[in-house]
C-alpha cells in the first residue's frame, strides 16, 4: 500500500510562513496536488504539479502567496511553501497524488487515489 507521508504544519500568527512536505516514500506519481478542509467544510482544491514538466497550478485563493514545487534531488517528494498566511488558510491540508489524471480533473479531490494522513495548519493572533 502506497503511503504518503506528511511534514510540516502548527500555529502560526498571521503574516508568517509555514512549509508543508510530502514523500511518496520511492514511488514518483505524475501528478501531485494540496487539497485542505476547514471544519464544516468541503475539501477544497489549494495547488497542483506535474511531476515531469513541472507546470503547477494555484486555486485563486493562494495565488501568489503559496508555491509548489517538487524535490530537486532524489527524493519523491513535493512541497507547499505557504508565505503570508491568513485566518481563512486555517484548516487540515492533505497530500494527493495520481497517475491518471486528465488535466481538466486535477482540481477534483475523488479523482485522486492516494492521500497524505494530513496536517493541521492553524493561523491565529
Known amino acids: 500500500q502506497v503511503q504518503l507521508v506528511q511534514s510540516g504544519g502548527g500555529l502560526v500568527q498571521p503574516g508568517d510562513s509555514l512549509r508543508l512536505s510530502c514523500d511518496a516514500a520511492?514511488?514518483?506519481?505524475?501528478?501531485y496536488a494540496w487539497f485542505r478542509q476547514a471544519p464544516g467544510q468541503e475539501r477544497e482544491f489549494v495547488s497542483a504539479?506535474?511531476?515531469?514538466?513541472?507546470?503547477?497550478?494555484y486555486a485563486d485563493s493562494v495565488k501568489g502567496r503559496f508555491t509548489i514545487s517538487r524535490d530537486n534531488g532524489a527524493k519523491n517528494a513535493v512541497y507547499l511553501q505557504m508565505d503570508s498566511l491568513r485566518p481563512e488558510d486555517t484548516a487540515v491540508y492533505y497530500c494527493?497524488?495520481?497517475?491518471?489524471?486528465?488535466?481538466?480533473?486535477?482540481?477534483?479531490?475523488?479523482?485522486?487515489?492516494?492521500w497524505g494522513q494530513g496536517s493541521q495548519v492553524t493561523v491565529s493572533s
Open positions: 504539479i506535474r511531476w515531469r514538466s513541472r507546470h503547477t497550478y
Open positions: 494527493a497524488a495520481d497517475n491518471n489524471l486528465i488535466l481538466s480533473s486535477h482540481r477534483i479531490a475523488n479523482q485522486y487515489d492516494y
Open positions: 520511492g514511488r514518483t506519481f505524475n501528478w
